[in-house]
């Protein structure tokens, strides 16, 4: 039988928190999980009176760990992603 604390230790780690930084506005940098990215984009792009799909796919694509593809996206948006310290 396993005891408490080996089942503790199993648990799911925690998310990953990612820095996005919008490369246009300096003042905008926020650290969130891949589910932050989608909203946190897309208000910046609201501000600007701006929609863009690749918005979800750039979120996606960190989810999942695509970077190559995330990094992609990431430029045509003037957006930088990275692992947050």
Known sequence: MRSIVCLARRSDPAPMT???TDRLHTRHTAHVAADGINS???GW???LGVHS???ADLART????EW???YAI???LSID?????
Request: charged share 20%.
């Open 18 to 20: 990612y820095r996005v």
């Open 40 to 42: 946190t984009v897309s």
């Open 45 to 47: 792009l609201a501000e």
């Open 53 to 55: 799909p690749l918005v």
């Open 62 to 65: 960190v989810r999942d760990g």
């Open 68 to 70: 190559a593809a995330a």
């Open 74 to 76: 990431a430029d045509c």
């Open 81 to 85: 992603v990275t692992v947050a310290p």
